[in-house]
């Protein structure tokens, strides 16, 4: 499959999910919905309000911030997308990923040089030993943990 069949498969399933999402709880089931999870969909990384809302505009969607705010507070809660705060001494405007399709990943944060507060990358990555920390957690509590929240921060050496 090229990625274009891939995206667009993919378009299908998270457009079912929320289709059944705003059934079940009863919300209106309006187009624009679904123009802003595509549009979350084709982003490959993490963004905020703000960068969406300039991304709808530029495409000439007819959209308001706050249809936005309140469409990403659906998504949060349908699963559709997850929310991060990466900046962890400033009142930064809270980053959003899509997730349905993730792996689990966790966030590596590096400031700018001789900063503490603006950030120059955020860096995703995997290591499987995090499983084998919540597989010994769970055992030893016996709890079945449902989700974690990791981020390093640091600058480049
Ligand atoms: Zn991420």
Redesign the pocket.
């Known amino acids: 499959m090229d990625n274009d069949n891939h995206l667009d498969k993919h378009l299908d399933i998270i457009k079912d999910v929320l289709k059944n999402y705003l059934q079940e709880n009863k919300f209106r089931n309006t187009p624009e919905r679904y123009t802003i999870l595509e549009e979350i969909y084709k982003l490959d ?2 963004f905020n309000v703000d960068d969406l809302y300039l991304k709808m505009i530029q495409k000439k969607y007819q959209v308001s911030k706050a249809t936005i705010y309140n469409t990403i507070e659906i998504f949060l809660d349908a699963g559709l997308i ?1 929310k ?1 705060q990466f900046g962890e001494k400033t009142n930064s405007s809270s980053s959003y ?1 899509k997730s349905y399709f ?1 792996k689990q ?3 590596l944060v590096i400031y700018k040089k001789n900063s503490d507060k603006d950030i120059e990358e ?1 860096v ?1 990555f995997c290591d499987p030993r995090i499983q084998g920390i919540k597989d010994s957690i769970e055992e030893i509590f016996g709890v079945k943990i449902d989700s974690h929240t990791l981020y390093f921060y640091g600058h480049k050496k």
């Open positions: 990384h993490h997850r991060h990923e993730d990943h966790d966030h955020i995703e």
